[in-house]
């Protein structure tokens, strides 16, 4: 009866194989996350402040950094703990909750890409109808939508997971509750919550896909069709940094979600794990500021402003 108790907390590891560096992996990964904060709150702050700026395209970018502020604090001040204080246990039920967040957020993440997408196809294609369609209504209701149904995606598996027997073992291999180490815990059969995860990610990855690739196929075909280069360039210019993103962002979540088994090697896991967790919202508002040159004039003229307030003040 003792091996068929199911455990009420689990120990996660965090990083073992650096056990001399947990302090310095502290110190780079809250450096990263306090930027990744800074970052995205400045964005919204420049899209807050800036009239120019209250556009469909900016009011999802908005959405999109409000989303990785709450993305990357999902999992990162337990792993701050872990580093620095050792502390390691948590609850089944915590574990759960950063499970069912972590993945609505990822999947709410999917459907916000694909609406971004959909938003640069009106424009470029449909530039004389694009005011008419994608106005403050639209706009609201597409991004509720992407919420919503990021949160009504997930629910179903967290629900099965919750109703599992985790036995014997209770030592999660990880970072954080991720779906693939918490299966491989459980002494029960989880072939079914597999499939379930494996289609509720091919639907949620897929029709995202299949939005954002037929919205990118349609730009393609209408900007190859504009004659001068300087057109192209100035009608294309507006998608590059989505499309980084995009990039970024599938190219790992569909390695890791999208099969239909558990992954069974930790350690690409983890690694895998660091790059759409930590890395990618890192980038994220870096490679929009970066790409879009009216996000960059509206922060340089802030700053600017700001230094020459701040010169005023001291000379007073």
Request: charged fraction near 10%.
């Amino acid at each position: 009866m003792k091996n068929t108790t199911s455990h009420l907390e689990f120990i996660i590891m965090g990083f073992p194989e650096l056990p001399q560096h947990q302090l310095l992996l502290f110190a780079l990964f809250f450096t990263i996350y306090l930027l990744t904060l800074l970052e995205n709150v400045l964005l919204i702050v420049t899209i807050w402040l800036n009239s120019h700026l209250r556009t469909p395209m900016y009011f999802f970018l908005g959405n999109l950094s409000l989303l990785e502020i709450f993305y990357v604090s999902v999992t990162m001040p337990k792993l701050f703990s872990n580093l620095l204080l050792s502390e390691k246990v948590i609850t089944l039920g915590g574990c759960l909750a950063q499970l069912y967040f972590f993945l609505s957020l990822a999947s709410s993440e999917c459907f916000l890409l694909a609406t971004m997408a959909y938003d640069r196809y009106l424009a470029i294609c449909c530039p004389l109808h694009y005011t008419s369609i994608m106005n403050h209504t639209t706009c609201m209701v597409l991004s509720l939508a992407s919420w919503l149904g990021g949160f009504l995606a997930s629910f179903p598996s967290v629900v099965m997971i919750s109703h599992l027997q985790f036995c014997n073992k209770n030592i999660i291999r990880h970072f954080f509750c991720d779906l693939s180490p918490l299966l491989r815990l459980s002494c029960t059969d989880t072939s079914l919550i597999e499939l379930l995860d494996f289609v509720a990610a091919l639907a949620v990855l897929m029709t995202s896909l299949l939005v954002t690739g037929t919205s990118y196929i349609s730009i393609f075909c209408t900007v190859a069709k504009i004659p001068s280069a300087k057109g192209k360039h100035k009608a294309f210019s507006t998608c590059v940094s989505h499309l980084t993103v995009v990039s970024m962002f599938y190219a790992t979540t569909i390695f890791m979600y999208a099969r239909p088994k558990a992954i069974g090697t930790f350690d690409l896991n983890k690694m895998l794990s660091i790059l759409y967790t930590v890395v990618t919202p890192f980038l994220n508002p870096v490679i929009y500021s970066l790409r879009n040159r009216e996000v960059r004039e509206t922060i340089t003229r802030a700053i600017h402003r700001r230094a020459v307030a701040s010169r005023c003040i001291h000379k007073s």
